[in-house]
């Protein structure tokens, strides 16, 4: 059963700083990898989708990374801004026909002006 | 409309009430999920449609929970006698086509709240 682990569950860092969000994920047998970000109160709002096949998707001052031998997904945020808190969360299809996501716990950012 | 769209935003219920709740995918996608997403915590799968067929209904957590997309496109998913565990906000997501690795879009959910 596939399961999506998120490090850490909350992180806060001062304006300008580059910062790593981690994913970890048990089965490397996936589709894809989807990362999101949902503002509080607010739906989720896809950043990046990075295929199986693929090792990097880039989007202004987002990168993130796949591993899948390694079971890991990392999304980078260069230069962090106050408008970058949110809650960040990495998603993985399952190896069912339907593509339902299995969601890590996400991880909460906060960027201090 | 260029996303996908859920009414009510927000909802209040007494235990023991019925709800409603709607999605309106994006025009022309094949695939709808419902997600329930606790406080705190990731969104979890309830149910898929591809186009109006539900085809897995694995993730509703009881049989007062009930899903449908008659013509294939707007969904509804009703709670029947909500209790208050059911307290969470329901994430609605399409996708174009009905293929695993398609992108999906999600709306803005609608947080309900049962007292």
């Known amino acids: 059963k596939q399961e999506v682990t998120q490090i850490p569950a909350a992180l806060s860092v001062p304006e300008g700083e580059n910062l790593v969000l981690n994913c970890s994920f048990t089965d490397s047998a996936i589709y894809n990898l989807q990362w999101f970000r949902q503002d509080p109160g607010k739906g989720l709002t896809s950043l990046l989708l990075i295929q199986s096949s693929q090792r990097e998707q880039t989007s202004g001052r987002l990168n993130a990374s796949l591993d899948k031998s390694s079971g890991r997904s990392t999304l980078y945020i260069a230069a962090s801004q106050p408008g970058d808190s949110a809650t960040y969360l990495c998603a993985v299809p399952t190896s069912s026909n339907t593509g339902k996501l299995i969601f890590g716990q996400g991880t909460t950012l906060q960027v201090k002006p | 409309g260029a996303g996908v769209s859920q009414s009510p935003r927000y909802k209040v219920a007494k235990r023991g009430q019925d709800v409603a709740l709607r999605c309106d995918p994006i025009s022309g996608h094949v695939s709808l999920f419902w997600y329930q997403q606790a406080l705190g915590q990731g969104p979890e799968f309830l149910t898929y449609?591809?186009?109006?067929?539900?085809?897995?209904k694995s993730g509703l957590p009881s049989d007062r929970f009930f899903a449908e997309r008659p013509e294939g496109s707007v969904s509804t998913l009703k709670i029947q006698r909500t209790q208050q565990e059911d307290s969470a906000v329901y994430l609605c997501?399409?996708?174009?086509?009905?293929?695993?690795?398609?992108?999906?879009?999600f709306g803005p959910g609608t947080r309900l709240t049962v007292l």
């Open positions: 449609f591809q186009n109006e067929a539900q085809l897995d």
């Open positions: 997501a399409s996708t174009y086509g009905g293929l695993p690795d398609n992108e999906q879009f």
